[in-house]
T-cell receptor
Framework: QKEVEQDPGPLSVPEGAIVSLNCTYS??????FMWYRQYSRKGPELLMY????GNKEDGRFTAQVDKSSKYISLFIRDSQPSDSATYLC???????????FGSGTKLNVKP | DTAVSQTPKYLVTQMGNDKSIKCEQN?????MYWYKQDSKKFLKIMFS???????INETVPNRFSPKSPDKAHLNLHINSLELGDSAVYFC???????????????FGNGTRLTVT
């Protein structure tokens, strides 16, 4: 079993839709959760991070962590065609030296 | 200015050849990494260096040899290339080797290696 599981999609939605992207994990020691966005032919770039259970909001993006269920989510409100990318979740133990990635969900937002 | 830059962007070569990929970061970070991304987009760490010292060496064939001449540079040399080495190789850096919100990963744009 992989440490982090993520539905690969692809997920296709119309512009303006609310998008929900999810990851599950098996290691209850994970404390620090990140979402990276990767455009085609580019490297992943950090979108958001959270360091506890609960929600964190940044503009149209909300990251949610449910440690009891070992489940994290990224919500995108009012999705735009420019949001079309692969979204990778990543997590780690604070002050460890390794990140664990999900395999990414490909999102396509249609105009 | 590109923060993490790697060259070449594309590499097409035949089985059995030896090739190198170079990476440089201008962020002043202490730690650099090589990740391999397969066709299913799964990112797997290969190596990590902190201030030129190897700190992570995942179960990677010894045909892969990283070298860090200084903390701003991390190169990857691959001997006797095999078909299964075809992937996108990403260089990344972080402020320190200790993971946390003040030390996220910064990735280059990848080197797409195709072995024929």
């Amino acid at each position: 079993q992989k440490e982090v599981e993520q539905d690969p999609g692809p997920l296709s939605v119309p512009e303006g839709a609310i998008v929900s992207l999810n990851c599950t994990y098996s290691n209850s020691a994970f404390q620090y959760f990140m979402w990276y966005r990767q455009y085609s032919r580019k490297g992943p770039e950090l979108l958001m991070y959270t360091y506890s259970s609960g929600n964190k909001e940044d503009g149209r993006f909300t990251a949610q962590v449910d440690k009891s269920s070992k489940y994290i989510s990224l919500f995108i409100r009012d999705s735009q065609p420019s949001d079309s990318a692969t979204y990778l979740c990543a997590m780690t133990i604070y002050n460890f030296n390794k990140f664990y990635f999900g395999s990414g969900t490909k999102l396509n937002v249609k105009p | 200015d590109t923060a993490v830059s790697q060259t070449p962007k594309y590499l097409v070569t035949q089985m059995g050849n030896d090739k190198s990929i170079k990476c440089e970061q201008n962020l002043g970070h202490d730690t650099m990494y090589w990740y391999k991304q397969d066709s299913k987009k799964f990112l797997k760490i290969m190596f990590s260096y902190n201030n030129k010292e190897l700190i992570i060496n995942e179960t990677v064939p010894n045909r892969f040899s990283p070298k860090s001449p200084d903390k701003a540079h991390l190169n990857l040399h691959i001997n006797s290339l095999e078909l299964g080495d075809s992937a996108v190789y990403f260089c990344a850096s972080s402020h320190t080797q200790m993971t946390g919100p003040d030390s996220p990963l910064h990735f280059g744009n990848g080197t797409r290696l195709t072995v024929t």
